[in-house]
C-alpha cells in the first residue's frame, strides 16, 4: 500500500483547507484509514480515522466539530476537511492505513510522507 498526501498550505485562523490520500495497492485487509498530525517539537497524535466502508470512528476531541473525514471508494481518496481552523492545529498531518480503528499509531501499518498545514493568526 502506498499512500500520497496532498493539500497542504497556508491559511489564516478560521480559514479552511481540504487534505486528500491517495490510496494505492490497496488490499482488504487495510480497513481503516486515519489522519495523524505532528506540530513541532511534540509527538504525533491522532485525527481522525473512516473505515472503507464508510462508517466513521471518534475524532479527536481537538477537531471534533470542525473537521471531517471522508471517503471515495471508487478512486481509493480519503479526504480531511478542516474548517474553522486554528494556529494550534499548525502541523504537518500524515494519512495512515491500517486492520484496525486505533488513536494510536500502533496499528497502522502504511503512513504518507506528510503535508504541511500552517495556520496563522
Known amino acids: 500500500v502506498q499512500l500520497q498526501a496532498s493539500g497542504g498550505g497556508s491559511v489564516q485562523a478560521g480559514g479552511s483547507l481540504r487534505l486528500s490520500c491517495a490510496a494505492s495497492?490497496?488490499?482488504?485487509?487495510?480497513?481503516?484509514m486515519g489522519w495523524f498530525r505532528q506540530a513541532p517539537g511534540l509527538e504525533r497524535e491522532f485525527v481522525a480515522a473512516i473505515r472503507w466502508s464508510g462508517s466513521t470512528t471518534p475524532y479527536a476531541d481537538s477537531v471534533k466539530g470542525r473537521f471531517t473525514i471522508t471517503t471515495d471508494n471508487a478512486k481509493n481518496m480519503v479526504y480531511l476537511q478542516m474548517d474553522s481552523l486554528k494556529p494550534e492545529d499548525t502541523a504537518v498531518y500524515y494519512c495512515?492505513?491500517?486492520?484496525?480503528?486505533?488513536?494510536?499509531?500502533?496499528?497502522?501499518?502504511?503512513w504518507g510522507q506528510g503535508t504541511q498545514v500552517t495556520v496563522s493568526s
Open positions: 495497492g490497496r488490499t482488504f485487509s487495510n480497513n481503516v
Open positions: 495512515a492505513a491500517g486492520r484496525f480503528f486505533a488513536t494510536t499509531m500502533g496499528p497502522y501499518s502504511y
